[in-house]
């Protein structure tokens, strides 16, 4: 069997690398092997491994211009020309090393490949395999990363992995996150770990006072971190040093790190190294720091095949797969200095427990990943698939994996699932969730994410944090463990305990999650690893400063999950100094509204929550100077595309307004195109904003079909209701018109957001969000400037606007608008707009009485509120993460895959520009595919 490895810089010092050449090295014996790397780097390769393989090179980049390795009749100038272009193969963000000059041979190579097996080792190379391979190879990748925490560059393996024979990850928590983002259209997934390298290996003896970190010096590997937690610890073990190999672009900001913290003399930056072996024999320690990004790390398989114990931050994947927590190793909490110096030090003070590690850390890797157990792995993986290769129903399930990836999303959106960024369970906990699940079949228990999990869509991100907050409360009572609610600031709840009850407290959480899906991350905890937990287990967790506690739940569709996110804090508070009658109490972690310390955790005070009562502190039921306890409504206006007597009325008012009429049909029917977005936004505000007191749906008399009219907190307003002179002004299709008439609803309160129905929350947000509590309105200033020519006939309906409410400001206030302003709910407060109405009455008069949009217009509540309410005093700059999608740009719907995968934006819109070529059915399927799976719980305002 031939099999060919596909690496882009197969001479590099890299993790892929390694991994990929220890492999090759190891069915080498058996099989015909080689390595086909795109570019050659290097004189010869960083590693040894790969000098004893047959390596083959397309692009030759040690050459100057680079130009192919093969024989070629290309002159210096076309290579130049070629380098200099950028991939049409490989998008610039799925890995930007590659250039027109690569796409032109691995076009030619790939399509007359002599191999077996070609095997991928990156997304981007893995997009032009599936494009070019001959359809008898079979088809492989190795996913080296954590494709959850990918970020643009996992999306080839959305888009092209229904096209592979096999996706190969190297932990079960990535495996699972692919198998539940592609659904029906994935491969064949499986799970092979890296292997320990054959060989001789020299082992640490134990006596060694060195620490070893290996990592690039890059700003993820987070190398400062070993840096500062070393300066903690440094002076209590002055006979230990800290060693670092690796290059990268932070090393100066490194050197000086360790100049300013006085090291010079004991923490060395020593470089890429060849011979790492002879440098851990001399270590007693090794430590990663990297706070993401580390699918199955080789160098912590190199550490222990040495005997050397590691110390390393417990992120989403790779160390908690590699080290056993207290017993070759420890795990802390990601980021946390702190936790890091205080593992390190107790290692390096207690020469029998380290050592103790280091004998089971040698024998525990060799057990676990030998060369000849992984080997096995894939060479029966590879030899299945070959036997396969040639049977008819290969390729047609491949065509039914691809065509099912484009049903559910389109030609470049596909949805992705959560994750988790804690670790994996262990084995003794993963049986007994089996345990559960098999018991839990009515409560609808499945895996997500690698836990057990709740399936349901009823319920709603505020619900869910709510009922965190109960069963923790519950619980306490049940044991009659003193608590109370504090006031963080936050969207999630946190109960504070005194320290002294911490037994008794885990006790209580521990019996009443017995046998349920209920888990609790641990929050500082001394001696258990860090991360989550079955709940039920807490009573012997040990020493903690507190958990998290919370019931996980996934919707059907995947695409949304409720964790420890959402889950409610239990802190154990202790007294400063401890034990000391009358001293204040002082938070583990984090703080409250009123401070990190508090005179008394006697209850004073009750707090309301989801309709029931908690007890609290006096301090925390006052009025505090921040709090926005102000009513928040929310306003839209809509359209219904689909109104059958619609474009006549349009056609009729389009004659009456004449032959400046200011707008086109097609781009009018472009910003009026209904694609169901309303009820998403309405989804999102219940979801993201569930302190809006009312929502007012402003339309022409059209309500759409799904909503409830009954519900009490959605009101419908007519168009008619609000305009001072319908005659004269309805119907009308000019946006700005009806947005001049928004204060004029009647129970609309002081202060409300005004939303499009293209505009939504993109995750939690609080009124101060959008308002100070004194009443006065952020105001989200957009990058995009408002050219400084005047209004003319070529612009955008916003754009003359925005130049006309420039004119006045510059008239009345002598200052210049700029910019614009994002497309986000834009807030507001009803008697500014009554004075801008009466200030501008002429003008905004007209405003009223276009019924399409004119070069004339002013745009009342998007650009003149709020440049007006901010050079009057009354407003003040804020900041808001958001996005804008241009739902008629295919680049937009992979947009809208990185949207969904973080979560992260405050507000997003989906808008669509007027000279898009897409096909509106691609349009639409994008558009309800990625509202589905942002948005799935249904929100109260819907019909049941």
Request: aromatic residues 6%; proline residues 7%.
């Amino acid at each position: 069997m031939k099999i060919t490895y596909l690496l882009t810089r197969g001479d590099e010092m890299g993790g892929t690398e390694l991994a990929v050449h220890t492999q090759a090295r190891h069915l080498a014996a058996r099989h015909e092997v080689e390595v086909l790397s795109v570019f050659r780097t290097r004189p010869e390769p960083f590693f040894a491994e790969a000098r004893e393989l047959p390596v083959r090179y397309l692009v030759d980049r040690t050459a100057s211009p680079q130009r192919p390795v093969r024989e070629s009749r290309l002159d210096d100038e076309a290579c130049r020309t070629l380098a200099a272009l950028p991939s049409e193969l490989v998008e610039p963000a799925w890995e930007p090393t590659f250039d027109r000059l690569s796409d032109v041979e691995l076009a030619a190579a790939l399509p007359v490949l002599d191999t077996d097996v070609l095997v991928t080792t990156s997304p981007a190379l893995m997009a032009a395999a599936v494009a070019y391979a001959p359809a008898r190879v079979v088809t492989v990748h190795q996913e080296h990363r954590p494709s959850q925490r990918r970020d643009a560059s996992v999306e080839p393996l959305l888009l092209h992995g229904p096209r592979l024979d096999a996706l190969v990850t190297l932990t079960e928590r990535t495996r699972l996150w692919l198998a539940e983002s592609l659904g029906t259209s994935a491969p064949e997934l499986a799970v092979i770990p890296h292997a320990v390298p054959d060989g001789f290996r020299p082992s640490a003896d134990g006596e060694g006072r060195v620490i070893v970190a290996a990592a690039g010096l890059a700003g993820e590997k987070r190398v400062d971190h070993a840096i500062r937690a070393f300066a903690r610890i440094a002076d209590a073990h002055p006979d230990w040093t800290l060693r670092i190999f690796g290059g990268g672009r932070r090393e100066q900001e490194l050197r000086r790190l360790i100049d300013g913290s006085g090291l010079q003399d004991r923490v060395e930056l020593l470089g890429p190294c060849r011979d790492m072996a002879a440098e851990w024999a001399k270590a007693g320690l090794s430590v990663l720091t990297s706070d993401h990004d580390e699918a199955f790390p080789p160098v912590l398989l190199e550490a222990l095949a040495a005997g050397v114990p590691v110390v390393a931050y417990d992120v989403l994947t790779g160390p908690a797969e590699i080290v056993r927590h207290q017993v070759d190793g420890l795990l802390v909490p990601p980021g946390d200095i702190d936790s890091l110096a205080a593992a390190l030090s107790a290692l390096m003070g207690d020469p029998e427990t380290r050592n103790g590690y280091g004998i089971a850390a040698r024998r525990g890797v060799y057990g676990r990943f030998s060369s000849v157990r992984v080997t096995g792995l894939w060479e029966e993986l590879y030899t299945r698939l070959v036997a396969r290769r040639d049977r008819p129903e290969r390729l047609a399930e491949r065509a039914d994996r691809v065509a099912a990836a484009i049903s559910s999303g389109g030609g470049v959106f596909r949805a992705t699932a959560p994750y988790a960024l804690s670790a994996p369970p262990p084995p003794d906990e993963s049986a007994r969730e089996n345990e559960i699940l098999e018991c839990g079949a009515a409560k609808h228990l499945v895996r997500s994410a690698g836990r057990l999990a709740e399936q349901r869509d009823d319920l709603t991100l505020p619900a869910a944090v709510d009922r965190n907050l109960e069963l923790a409360a519950s619980a306490l009572e049940s044991y009659a463990v003193p608590y109370v609610l504090v006031r963080t600031g936050a969207t999630t709840h946190t109960l504070a305990v005194d320290a002294d009850h911490r037994g008794l407290a885990l006790k209580a959480l521990a019996e009443a999650a017995s046998g349920e899906a209920v888990y609790a991350e641990l929050l500082g905890p001394r001696g258990a690893a860090p991360g989550p937990v079955l709940a039920e287990r807490l009573d012997a967790v040990g020493e903690v400063a507190g958990v998290k506690v919370f019931r996980p739940v996934t919707t059907s569709t995947r695409s949304l999950r409720y964790g420890a996110g959402q889950g409610c804090t239990v802190a154990f508070w202790t007294r400063e100094p401890r034990g000391r009658e009358g001293g204040p109490w002082r938070a583990p972690f984090g703080s409250t509204l009123a401070g990190a310390e508090l005179p008394d955790l006697t209850p004073s005070a009750e707090l309301t929550v989801a309709g029931r009562r908690y007890p609290t502190l006096q301090v925390f039921a006052e009025r505090l100077t921040r709090d926005v306890d102000f009513p928040v409504d929310a306003v839209y206006t809509w359209v219904d595309d689909s109104d059958p007597r619609r474009p006549a009325r349009r056609e009729a008012a389009r004659g009456t307004a004449g032959e400046s009429a200011g707008e086109s049909a097609d781009s009018g029917a472009v910003r009026f195109r209904n694609r169901d977005e309303l009820r998403y936004s309405l989804r999102s505000l219940a979801q993201y904003a569930p302190w809006i007191r009312h929502v007012w749906l402003v339309t022409a008399g059209r309500r759409p079909g799904w909503l409830d009219p009954d519900h009490p907190g959605l009101t419908v307003v007519d168009h008619r209701e609000i305009f001072p002179d319908p005659a004269a002004s309805l119907p009308t299709f000019n946006p700005h018109a009806v947005e001049a008439q928004l204060h004029r609803i009647e129970g609309l309160s002081e202060h409300f957001l005004y939303l499009n129905d293209d505009v939504f929350l993109g995750c939690p947000t609080t009124p101060g969000t959008f308002f100070l509590s004194s009443g006065l309105p952020r105001v989200f200033w957009s990058e995009v400037p408002v050219p400084a020519q005047p209004p003319s006939d070529e612009d955008e309906g916003h754009l003359a606007a925005a130049k006309n409410n420039r004119a006045l400001l510059e008239r009345d206030f002598a200052r210049t608008l700029t910019h614009g302003l994002p497309h986000v709910p834009h807030a507001l407060r009803r008697s500014i707009l009554d004075e801008l109405s009466e200030r501008y009455a002429d003008e905004l008069a007209a405003t009223s009485r276009s019924r399409f949009r004119s070069r004339a217009d002013l745009s009342l509540v998007s650009s003149l509120f709020q440049h007006y309410a901010y050079l009057t005093g009354r407003a003040v700059p804020g900041e808001i993460t958001y996005d804008f999608v241009d739902i008629a740009d295919r680049a937009g719907h992979a947009r809208l895959g990185r949207i969904l995968q973080s979560r992260d934006k405050t507000a997003f819109c989906i808008g669509e520009s007027p000279d898009g070529t897409l096909h509106e059915q691609e349009k639409a399927l994008a558009t309800r595919a990625f509202l589905t799976a942002y948005f799935p719980v249904p929100s109260p305002y819907e019909r049941a």
